[in-house]
């Protein structure tokens, strides 16, 4: 009888995992194709509007476009760049982040990148001021979006959440350095007047992100439990954060108990839930 009850509640847990999975899937999917979505309407009429460069390597697509359109006479598809581009950044991630972060993060690479190429150039606006500062907001929305989602906009975007779980650490100076580079090659062939206002466009951008996206809260966790060698390999296969044991007992077994304790970013607490 209580092999049957263990057998009913093991079958239970297991589908209840499996409706989590499920639910995530959903979200990511509903995410990934909403932050495609705002991110293409963004470059279509703020940023095409302002001749902004984004940063990442959706700047170095727009940046590209107008290299070819003015020294070639090209009008090169932003969809055949933007791929071409993340195509090594994917591989990277796939390899060292995660499958299934890179294949939502791959979706919406492709989604937005079609996107751009199908939807109308519009303009908002025409004060530089103003398209620099809604478009950074419209693009740190979707940046938000997609990282809810545990996906990304592919490119830089891979290196910094790499960077991030691999060391905990924030990877941003290191993204502002590639941005600012690929400022002063637009400022030296298209004037400095678009450079200045996208450096307004990508900090307002960041600071979106820091505000809707809080992937550098920390959370202590303490796990207690008779199973600590299987979870502290599965924990650092996932999170590849260090933890510390401590050996207590229970008070009406009075059984050997082992409490694991660990700080993980707050992204992370569903996923170590789930484990």
Known sequence: MTDLLRGG????????????????????????????AVMAFNIKTFVRAGDLVPGGITGMSV??????????????????????????????????????????????IVLNSFLVDMIPTYKVTTD??????FGGLLNGVAISIALYGKASSGGTDFIAVYIHRKWNISSWNIILGFNVILLLVSGLLFGF??????????FVSTQAIDTFHKSD?????????????????????KTHHGMTRFKG???????????????VSATEVNDIYEI
Do not use: W
């Open 249 to 263: 007992e229970g008070s009406h077994t009075h059984e050997d108990r082992i409490m694991l304790y660990t700080v």
């Open 128 to 133: 530089p001021l103003l398209i620099a500062l």
């Open 63 to 108: 940046l590209l476009q107008r290299i070819f359109l003015k020294f070639a006479h090209l009008n090169v598809p932003y969809s055949i760049l933007n791929i071409t581009l993340n195509a090594i950044p994917a591989i990277i991630g796939f390899k060292l982040i995660s499958k299934r972060f890179t294949g939502y993060s791959v979706l919406m």
């Open 9 to 36: 509640k093991t079958m239970l847990y297991e589908k209840e995992i499996q409706q989590k999975r499920s639910v995530k899937a959903i979200k990511s999917l509903v995410c990934v194709i909403l932050a495609s």
């Open 217 to 237: 809260q920390q959370m202590t966790m303490f796990i207690i439990s008779n199973k600590p060698d299987e979870l502290e390999r599965e924990l650092l296969v």
């Open 193 to 202: 007047e678009a450079s200045l206002y996208s450096i307004v466009f990508q």
